[in-house]
């Protein structure tokens, strides 16, 4: 019996290192989805960890940086926003 | 061909149906994961337009308990960075609330974070009114008049809510509805 294969098709499924339930405090979107001006999850739209341990999506993040009134603080405990170093920064 | 075909179809019915924007996303979770109290409702005068309504609130207890204030909600498309632009429809007595209907509470202004939800202004705006706050004062006769005495600021709010002057001043009356 020959077995022709017709379709293939690559699943596979990953999630951000961030606990099951965690959603995004400013967009309240799930980790595992995007932030709503992205289209697809993963290294496009990265996750962003403080060392006050609050995490964000990089853009919803970014957005509230640049204005002046959250004067660089975390949107969630308002402690100075520091990310953790590079190499701190998990990605997988 | 098939998936031109698809897109061309999917770029019409968005344009139809109007982008949705993030700040819409976001109100959309705000509104359906309210939980107020049954002092406070919101009402939709158009159901399409979730960025702006009302907010009725008829406190239970303290100096306003029994009036009916309305508060209007206009959210901009940069919710959550931005808050909520809330006033008061009613003029009334309050040493947070001017006689435009500005509401001065702190996290609509400066202590304002993007976590915040709609539920948690929609609180803070009954707080207001079960503790008013001399200390950060929109009306400043009404400040001073709370801080000197809370019988007398008592009175004064009493009959401000029934329609009444409170110095040169006459106020809404938000007993009757
Ligand atoms: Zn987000
Ligand atoms: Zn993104
Ligand atoms: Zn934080």
């Known amino acids: 019996m020959k077995v022709r294969i017709k379709e293939w098709n690559a699943v596979s499924i990953w999630h951000w290192n961030v606990s099951e339930d965690e959603v995004c405090g400013i967009c309240r979107v799930h980790f595992d989805g995007t932030c709503p001006s992205c289209k697809y999850p993963g290294d496009d739209c990265p996750i962003i960890i403080g060392k006050c341990n609050h995490s964000f999506h990089m853009h919803c993040l970014l957005k509230w940086l640049e204005l002046e009134t959250s004067r660089g603080l975390c949107p969630m405990c308002r402690q100075p926003f520091q990310t953790l170093g590079e190499d701190e920064v998990i990605t997988t | ?177």
């Not at chain 2, 109007?18 to 994961?33: G, I, M, S």
């Not at chain 2, 001065?104 to 400066?110: D, F, V, W």
């Open chain 2, 1 to 177: 061909m098939k998936q031109q075909q698809a897109k061309a179809a999917g770029e019409g019915a968005s344009t139809a149906a109007k982008k949705v924007t993030a700040a819409q996303l976001r109100v959309q979770k705000d509104l359906t994961e309210l939980s107020l109290p049954p002092t406070m409702h919101t009402h939709f005068a158009d159901p399409e337009d979730i960025m702006n309504f009302q907010v009725f609130l008829q406190p239970d207890e303290g100096f306003y308990v029994g009036a009916h204030i309305t508060f209007e909600f206009a959210i901009n498309l940069n919710f959550p960075h931005e808050p909520p632009k809330v006033k008061c429809l009613n003029k009334i007595y309050h040493p947070n609330i001017d006689l435009q209907g500005n509401v001065c509470l702190n996290i609509l202004r400066e202590d304002w974070k993007p976590v915040l939800s709609l539920n948690s202004v929609m609180i803070g705006l009954q707080y207001l009114f079960l503790e008013p706050n001399a200390g950060d004062p929109l009306n400043k006769e009404a400040a001073m008049d709370l801080q000197k005495s809370r019988a007398t600021f008592a009175a004064h709010v009493k009959n401000s809510m029934r329609g009444g002057y409170v110095g040169p001043e006459k106020f809404d009356d938000v007993l009757r509805r």
